[in-house]
């Protein structure tokens, strides 16, 4: 049996699918993957290294060069902790909003798109849907997905990546790498300071290095680049170490990121910290015990989003009518997209003010200019 929604029951069903990025996003999947194959549209998992989570892209319409790819992320961001009013995993209309967790980040997005696959007959050329996971977490799961299809589909013209930007062309996003510091030092006695090695204070002075550098990067960035904060961030998210007041500490970690705008090379400034914790704190640290140690682990990365002319931005530009574009102050797959070589923009329905909060929500009037931009490009990519 073939299944016609329109947007809002096709957002609803997406919303009902709890894929908070720590949870599997199989049923999602399995839901998306049926309701294609109803319509004749064969698509393509790939799976997460555990098999808990799935990629999923499809070609809908001919397999030509020119077409344009779809992309949106499945996952959502836990809500945890958080204030809500309606039941975050049903969708709930109110007052010209459609409330739920992902309604804006970014089930509305794939939600619309879905809805209008009944749409996508008459296509001359293709439409791609690229649908992610662990977006929320890094951008780890598209990485498999884009290198699959770099080689197995036809040269896109664009890639719009829809993220909430209330439909105005995002141009550019920030790069990240995220990063675990471990500090080992040396137990005794707190009335012992002279034989231990505290690995919270020797923590705290590296952490107070990544501070100054975090102000320097501030003070030393033009700020006419267009993002919000206009430099390169670095910031400390998580710090855990030490077991009591009175015992110098053995062990010490945190997390930090460096969000780099686009020019900036996040690996020289995270070698200058290194060369830092080599140098300069380690060396001391070892003349009381020779097995102290530091260490950093990359545990997250994504490129930057660099703002460029391109294919994917006329094509939005044509469709919306707005000229202005601006850019992205969180982390996308767009980078990723770029950085394989095809065109992107980021534009899509709801707003960022929105996007991860308790009650989060879509207005109505974002879902019908989502769907009426998705109806133009259809359009466009029939004739
Ligand atoms: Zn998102």
């Not at 709890?18 to 064969?42: E, H, K, M, P, W």
């Not at 970014?106 to 791609?128: C, D, E, N």
């Not at 140098?279 to 140690?293: D, K, T």
Request: charged content about 20%.
């Amino acid at each position: 049996m073939v299944l016609i929604m329109n947007s809002k029951q096709m957002i609803e069903q997406l919303v009902g699918f709890n894929t908070v990025s720590r949870d599997s996003n199989l049923s999602l999947i399995d839901f998306v993957q049926n309701y294609l194959d109803d319509y004749g549209v064969a698509s393509t998992r790939v799976v997460s290294d555990d098999g808990e989570k799935s990629n999923l892209y499809a070609t809908i319409g001919p397999l030509e060069e020119g077409g344009v790819v779809l992309s949106g992320h499945t996952d959502v961001v836990p809500v945890d902790g958080q204030d809500w009013h309606t039941d975050p995993f049903l969708l709930t209309e109110d007052n010209g909003r459609l409330y739920g967790r992902g309604t804006c980040d970014m089930k509305g997005f794939i939600g619309i798109a879905l809805s209008l696959v009944p749409q996508m007959r008459s296509l001359q050329r293709p439409i791609h849907l690229a649908l992610s996971y662990d977006e929320e977490v890094g951008c780890r799961g598209a990485p498999a997905m884009i290198e699959q299809m770099v080689t197995n589909i036809p040269a896109p013209q664009a890639v719009i990546v829809g993220e909430p930007t209330s439909m105005s062309a995002v141009t550019g996003h920030k790069g990240i790498v995220g990063l675990k510091t471990t500090v080992r030092g040396y137990e005794t006695h707190s009335s012992q300071t002279n034989r231990g090695v505290s690995a919270v204070m020797n923590a705290a002075r590296l952490v107070g290095y990544l501070s100054a550098m975090a102000e320097r990067l501030e003070r030393d960035t033009p700020s006419d680049n267009g993002f919000n904060p206009h430099h390169t961030s670095i910031h400390v998210g998580v710090i855990n170490g030490g077991t009591a007041m009175n015992i110098v500490s053995r062990h010490c970690e945190f997390v930090w990121d460096v969000r780099n705008i686009p020019g900036d090379d996040p690996d020289a400034l995270i070698g200058e910290f290194e060369k830092y914790c080599k140098e300069e704190v380690l060396p001391e640290m070892r003349q009381r015990w020779s097995e102290c140690f530091i260490q950093t682990d990359v545990i997250a990365r994504a490129p930057e989003f660099s703002p460029k002319e391109s294919a994917a931005l006329e094509l939005v530009q044509a469709i919306t009518g707005a000229q202005d574009t601006s850019r992205g102050a969180y982390v996308a797959e767009a980078g990723q997209f770029q950085a394989a070589g095809f065109p992107t923009v980021m534009c899509g329905p709801g707003s960022i003010d929105q996007a991860h909060q308790p009650d989060e929500f879509i207005s109505l009037e974002q879902v019908v200019q989502g769907e009426s931009f998705l109806r133009r490009l259809i359009q466009d990519l029939s004739t």
